[in-house]
Nanobody, 126 residues
């Protein structure tokens, strides 16, 4: 069983950057597609980005395209989310998720992912 574990959140000023990291306890992330979602208070969980297993094709949510980059390092069992040009609207808890069956057609739906981390808080001040 894979269990994602996030780190790297924090407080940053608008325009700043952070790198969020996701690793796993239990099974390696290498055999799984890995995604990032975020959830702000009072809002639904929103798709941010995902990367496939293997060669690592990527997809992004419309609100982060061009500012966020997802990548993975199989040797280190890590998936990263580089978040640049942060805005106050990016403030949320960011969750890492993994699944070995998800396809890009359904990857934007949170319910299609099976394993979730506890989340890491990102707060962007104006």
């Amino acid at each position: 069983q894979v269990q994602p574990v996030e780190s790297g959140g924090g407080l940053v000023q608008a325009g700043g950057s952070l790198r969020l990291s996701c690793t796993s306890s239990g099974s390696s992330l290498s055999s799984y597609a890995v995604g990032w979602f975020r959830q702000a208070p009072g809002k639904e969980r929103e798709f941010v980005a995902a990367i496939s297993r293997g060669e690592g094709s990527t997809i992004y949510g419309d609100s982060v395209t061009g500012r966020f980059t997802i990548s993975r390092d199989h040797d280190k069992n890590m998936v990263y989310l580089q978040v640049n040009s942060l805005k106050p609207d990016d403030t949320a808890v960011y969750y890492c998720t993994a699944d070995d069956k998800v396809t890009w057609i359904i990857a934007r739906q949170a319910v299609k992912w099976s394993a979730w981390g506890q989340g890491t808080q990102v707060t962007v001040s104006s």
